[in-house]
């Protein structure tokens, strides 16, 4: 019961960290709808879960249900979702997979541990990838974990319910990701990177033909963008204070966030926040910040309001998430101007090793009937084959999710007609197999995270002496994960 409840207090608190913002959701590091500067509308409320039956078996005519509970409720990624849910459904009458949709992943959470509570949590869960720790040391009141390993359900099996099983052909990024002790727990399903949009207009007026692609290619580049008869309103560049743009710039570094492997190899019990890697991006961030370059809204983790500043041609360059690729370059061209997405900026006196990924993935809970769990595994397959994940690509920006639906991709001639959406796949690939490239498991993440946040807002705002406040961040970190070890370590 201990644990249990502990799970429930991490749930409250992960959620009380996020904010309100809708970054592909508020802690996971997306954007939300560039176009709409962040508005992801209003949300759903969880419903009941559903009576999945006696045992498994449809009670009378009634569907077994599938309850999946998603992050998101803007019309173009939940009608993406209510369409293959409703396509699944007529080729399998015996289910009945119902979506319910959050406005953002804290959302998820808050009402995840509701759920848990009453003992009734969803069949399919949607969580970012910052709170896998946390979901693969969740357990119920008898010590049972409450979710399943997707690899331990699937068991081998190649079809389900006649879905092909997609998991073997997983994009690499994100199949590292997501196992652990050899096995993927969950289902990877949206997974962006960071990369960076450019204002070619702006740029080719500042006698600039490619988009900067080093720490000081942006300083000289907003230099001579500076020097403009008429430069942007703002300045020059822009991204959403938000502490996944750090995790980034130590994996671009091959520096560890975290002990043991970036916790791949063991539990992570020392946070690392304090680098030299580390204080090298925050000092230039600061920098860039002085020199009237980086423009800082004001707001934590404003992916609409920096999106908005880059869509109204107010800054140059924006780094942000790319799962916002489509709807940045249409913003573009229905705006009147090139947009040109590239890879992050790295610093270029360290040797460049890979950056991250971003987005969700699906778990599914434990303890479900046979027929509950193969029609929660069907769905997922179904819901990430090739023609499926190739189409959420198009929609959105998030990568293609497993190698096939990159090919069809390829084969449709998308890519040719569709350079920036070839990007953050490539910029995933280009990273070398490290820990740091990888990305960290930590518990108590999303918290860290805002640590990470709340100092940057400090030296941006405040004049903090860098190496001073990212060492009291450190401290606060290091306490909030040796809090939550104590718990669950």
Known sequence: MKKLLALFVALTLIAAACGNDDSDSSSEPEGGDAADAGDAGDGGDGGDGGDAGDGGEAA????????MWIAFNDDARLN??????????????????????????NTVFEQTALAMDAGNPPEIIHFFEAATQDALDAIDANGDPIFKSVTE??????????????LDDVASAAAKYYTIDGQLYSMPWNTSSTTMFSNMDILNEAGITTPPATWAEVEAACEAIAGLPNPPSEGCI????????????????????????????????????????????????????????????????????????????????LVYSSSDTTVLTEAGTENGFEVVSSFMPYNQDREYVGNLIGGATLWMTNGLSTAEEDG?????????????????????????????????????????????????????DAAADTPASTGALIG???????????????????????????ASAQDEAQQLLDDYNELFG
């Not at 993406?80 to 949709?101: G, K, Q, S």
């Not at 991006?281 to 920096?306: I, K, M, N, P």
């Not at 397959?381 to 390829?410: C, K």
């Open 60 to 67: 009378g005519d009634e569907p077994i249900q599938i309850e």
């Open 80 to 105: 993406f979702t209510l369409d293959r849910a409703a396509e699944f459904n007529a080729a399998h009458p015996e289910y009945e997979v119902v979506v319910t949709p959050f406005d953002s992943y």
């Open 153 to 166: 359900a699937i068991a081998g099996r190649t079809e389900i319910l006649g879905e092909p099983v997609v």
């Open 238 to 317: 822009t991204w959403p204070n938000h502490g996944w743009f750090f995790e980034q710039s130590l994996g671009q570094a091959g520096v560890d966030l975290a002990n043991n492997g970036n916790g791949r190899d063991a539990r992570a019990t020392e946070i690392s926040l304090n680098s030299d890697a580390a204080l090298e991006y925050v000092q230039w961030w600061s920098d860039l910040e002085d020199a009237g370059s980086y423009v800082y809204t004001g707001t934590q983790r404003d992916w609409g309001g920096t999106a908005a500043a880059f869509n109204s041609q107010n800054v140059a360059m």
């Open 376 to 428: 929660a595994l069907a769905f997922m397959n179904f819901f990430s084959n090739p023609e499926n994940a190739a189409l959420w690509h198009q929609v959105t920006g998030y990568i293609p999710i497993t190698n096939s639906a990159r090919a069809v991709l390829e084969a449709e001639g998308w890519y040719d007609e569709n350079p920036n959406s070839a990007v953050a796949s490539d910029q995933l």
């Open 444 to 470: 108590n993440f999303v918290a860290i995270r805002d640590v990470v946040t709340a100092a940057i807002e400090d030296i941006l705002v405040n004049d903090a002496d860098v190496t001073e406040r990212m």
